[in-house]
């Protein structure tokens, strides 16, 4: 744990997310990073008890909540934050690179004229590099694509979270075969987050955790340059990106992808309701590539 931040995580067993609230004990100042909105793909109903756990946190310990951070467009949840910020407040943030995937996925979904892929469902787009604060903790925006164009890190007091870009060492590194997906980026970004100090903690958006053990989502830089199945010391990008194509060949579609990504790239706002006052989820048929 940071000597100057407190982080709390939420792990969503159903779509396999962790969702941290980190915050600032001298000012009470928080940030939110990846919270979940549940929803039943049967009934199509969504659902708040992920999120509200989030909102009691934030509660017990008198925050008040500065930024909602997304690490990027998930394809295995569909976000919260806009229901936090109605009740919590704060700028919900993402990598400026969303206006790639925005502009990708309104031409799948055939999205409304008035969506437009410019970032402006987002309060804020975060530049690489730039840094911003969490009451006296200053934190930084790392940009790390290759899972999407988009994905952000961010780095808090010794801490980073590190979204889709790494899993923990023996579940290895995320997908990199989505629209504007690169494996050769995707382990340029890892080691970029792995050129950070080796006590650095490495906090990871989901955990696939093998039979043998429960649920983590915590490691270190020297940790997972030791022990990464696919990017520990000694694994060159030839190599990894040869494994990662070969792999991605073999995954299925994430269930939630279709549902997640157009409430995602909207800064999870549900889409405009039709004259009958409910919101409908588009999904396109035959668009999207199978691997059988």
């Given at each position: 744990m940071?000597?100057?931040?407190?982080?709390?995580?939420?792990?969503?067993p159903?779509?396999?997310?962790?969702t941290y609230v980190v915050w600032d004990p001298s000012t009470r100042r928080a940030a939110v990073i990846d919270p979940v909105l549940d929803?039943?793909?049967?009934?199509?109903?969504?659902?708040?008890?992920?999120?509200?756990?989030?909102?009691?946190?934030?509660a017990e310990n008198a925050l008040q909540v500065d930024w909602i951070l997304e690490t990027h467009a998930h394809a295995d949840h569909l976000s919260s934050a806009r229901y936090i910020q109605q009740r919590l407040g704060g700028k919900i943030a993402i990598g400026e690179n969303i206006r790639v995937v925005q502009a990708t996925f309104k031409k799948l979904y055939n999205l409304e004229r008035s969506f437009l892929p410019d970032g402006s469902q987002f309060d804020h787009l975060f530049k690489d590099g730039e840094t911003f604060m969490i009451g006296t903790v200053?934190?930084?925006?790392?940009?790390?694509?290759?899972?999407?164009?988009?994905?952000?890190?961010?780095l808090i007091d010794g801490s980073v979270f590190v979204g889709d870009t790494l899993f923990m060492p023996d579940v290895g590194s995320a997908r990199a075969d989505f629209p504007g997906g690169d494996a050769h980026q995707l382990y340029a970004s890892m080691h970029r987050l792995l050129a950070l100090p080796p006590e650095t903690t490495m906090y990871?958006?989901?955990?696939?955790?093998?039979?043998?053990?429960?649920?983590?989502?915590?490691?270190?830089?020297?940790?997972?340059?030791?022990h990464n199945i696919h990017v520990r010391d000694g694994i060159g990008e030839d190599e990894f990106v040869a494994m990662r194509q070969a792999r991605?060949?073999?995954?299925?579609?994430?269930t939630l992808i279709l549902p997640s990504i157009q409430v995602n790239v909207r800064a999870g706002q549900?889409?405009?309701?039709?004259?009958?006052?409910?919101?409908?989820?588009?999904?396109?048929?035959?668009?999207?590539?199978?691997?059988?």
């Open positions: 940071s000597e100057r931040t407190t982080t709390q995580a939420f792990f969503d159903k779509t396999w997310t962790v929803y039943d793909f049967k009934s199509g109903h969504t659902g708040t008890a992920s999120a509200d756990q989030v909102l009691a946190c934030v200053e934190a930084t925006a790392m940009l790390v694509p290759g899972h999407t164009p988009a994905d952000m890190a961010y990871v958006c989901h955990d696939y955790p093998p039979a043998s053990r429960p649920a983590r989502w915590q490691t270190t830089v020297a940790e997972q340059k030791a991605d060949a073999t995954l299925e579609v994430p549900l889409p405009p309701a039709d004259e009958n006052g409910v919101s409908y989820l588009r999904i396109p048929l035959n668009a999207l590539p199978v691997h059988r």
